[in-house]
């Protein structure tokens, strides 16, 4: 099994908000680290974000190996911490949103479906630290 697509949004916590960005296929069954060096020199992150599969009870899937592995792989190249962050339902969120809401025909679908999911997954995050933040004055 192998990662084809890697869905990125940038976001900011001072206003907490997510933002869809792009989306990048692999490159000979491997991830872009090329675009993905370009976008993090672009964008100047502090840290990277990455949407975890998992089953709906919470157990790992096939892929969720593959994800942790790509975890480390990010923070051992890049030097910025790695946030892992549930992404349960979220491609499934993204698809609904844009067909049933946006009405994107399926072609449109395809490509921007790992953006959004990639930005409710940063969403998410985002969310979790707003409220870790006001559990401390």
């Given at each position: 099994m192998v990662?084809?697509?890697?869905?990125?949004?940038?976001?900011q916590r001072t206003t907490a908000t997510a933002t869809a960005l792009t989306t990048l296929k692999n490159v000979k069954q491997a991830p872009d680290w090329q675009s993905i060096q370009r976008l993090i020199n672009e964008w100047q992150?502090?840290?990277?974000?990455v949407?975890?599969?998992?089953?709906?009870?919470?157990?790992n899937n096939p892929i969720t190996p593959l994800m942790k592995k790509f975890c480390r792989q990010l923070e051992h190249?890049?030097?910025?911490?790695?946030?892992?962050?549930?992404?349960?339902?979220?491609t499934y969120e993204a698809?609904?949103?844009?067909?049933?809401d946006v009405k994107v025909n399926a072609t449109r679908l395809w490509a921007v479906q790992d953006q959004l999911a990639a930005q409710l997954i940063l969403q998410s995050w985002l969310n979790l630290q707003?409220?870790?933040?006001?559990d401390h004055p």
């Open positions: 990662i084809k697509k890697i869905g990125i949004a940038v976001g992150p502090i840290a990277l974000i949407g975890i599969s998992r089953q709906l009870n919470g157990e190249r890049f030097q910025l911490p790695v946030y892992q962050q549930d992404e349960t339902l979220t698809k609904q949103l844009l067909f049933d707003i409220g870790n933040y006001s």
